[in-house]
């Protein structure tokens, strides 16, 4: 067992929400059920007084603040797996996490992951919560990811996650001409009836993203995009509700659709990119230890580069016939 402190500032935005609604936004990484517990067991404290009622009322501004004991990840089993390490000091690591590579164990994917690879080549990560990932990439996202190797690290990134203060930047190809760049503020939550999906819903969290365009093709728009939060599969869906889905995105609607007298080669690359177009190219964060400003790129995967060079050939091929 190793007990870990949690810490969070509560949020405007969670005003007259009760206390374990406020506590599984805050630490989404624990169930409603496990943090409901902890409250009652007066592990947690607000503003340094134990709070054990979990339809109690937060009003914005308040400290949270739970001691608890958890189990180490040790329980998971380190598996000999390759690791991209873009930057390491003793207390983070900074990842480029390739396609095909699921961040955490879960239902259909036991090992196998980034968490099992950390166990391998740092044993006493095991000691640090959910083996030090703070923030994930879905499965076939490519790009960067940081992970703290201690717990006085990993305490003060997720803090800095929940104030907004990291930047998470990516590359996307999405659907269709989009004119201009813009903000997709919609909240979200679990899609009622699809249980592994997410969506946009009016009682959901705040969810924001910007975007902007790079390069205009046929029928596709390459972008970047910057999270201002971070909800599950949150760019997929919300490019998906502006009718813009990601190529390759099967399970939001970005299914191929050539664009009319495409060639074979350009065809064949389509058919051959079987995940969603999406990157996470650039992060940005204060250092959890020093505070120093530190930011990383990550140069775009094979299979993107080979798509885009895909998605220019055959704009140039029919860019007389275009009317923009």
């Known amino acids: 067992m190793t007990q870990i402190t949690l810490s969070a500032e509560v949020q405007s935005e969670h005003m007259g929400l009760r206390l374990d609604q406020t506590l599984a936004e805050l630490f989404p990484d624990y ?3 496990r943090l409901k517990t ?3 067991g007066d592990c947690v404290k607000v503003n ?4 054990n009622i979990p339809r109690a009322k937060v009003y914005g501004g308040e400290q949270i603040d739970i001691i608890v004991e958890i189990e180490d990840e040790n329980r ?3 598996e000999d797996l390759a690791l991209n390490i873009v930057y390491e000091d003793e207390h983070i690591l900074v990842i480029n996490k390739p396609k095909n590579f699921v961040v955490h164990p879960g239902a259909g994917n036991p090992k196998g992951t980034v968490l099992n690879a950390l166990l391998y080549h740092y044993p006493e990560i095991a000691e640090v919560p959910r083996a030090g990932i703070v923030h994930r990439l879905d499965k076939d996202t490519t790009g960067l990811m940081v992970v703290a190797k201690t717990i006085p690290a990993q305490t003060q990134l997720v803090r800095e996650l929940q104030k907004r203060n990291i930047t ?3 590359e996307a190809i999405a659907y269709g001409i989009m004119t201009k760049g813009g903000t997709v503020d919609q909240p979200m939550a679990r899609h009622t009836t699809k249980r592994t999906h997410m969506a946009v819903h009016p009682m959901g969290k705040p969810a924001v993203t910007h975007y902007r365009i790079m390069e205009r093709f046929r029928n596709y728009t390459r972008l970047r995009l910057r999270l201002e939060t971070g909800r599950t599969h949150q760019i997929r869906v919300h490019m998906a509700h502006i009718a813009h889905p990601l190529l390759g995105d099967q399970t939001y609607g970005g299914r191929p ?4 007298n495409a060639s074979e080669d350009f065809m064949a690359v389509l058919r051959t990119f079987k995940r969603q177009a999406l990157h996470a190219v650039m992060l940005r964060l204060n250092h959890p230890i020093t505070g120093e400003l530190m930011e990383w790129y990550a140069p775009l995967p094979d299979d993107f580069v080979e798509l885009v060079e895909a998605l220019k050939a055959d704009y140039l091929l029919h860019k007389d016939d275009l009317d923009y």
């Open 48 to 51: 340094g007084i134990i709070s």
């Open 76 to 78: 998971f089993e380190a």
């Open 257 to 260: 659709r050539p664009p009319k």
């Open 168 to 170: 998470r930047e990516y």
């Open 31 to 33: 169930s409603r059920s």
């Open 38 to 40: 902890w409250i009652e």
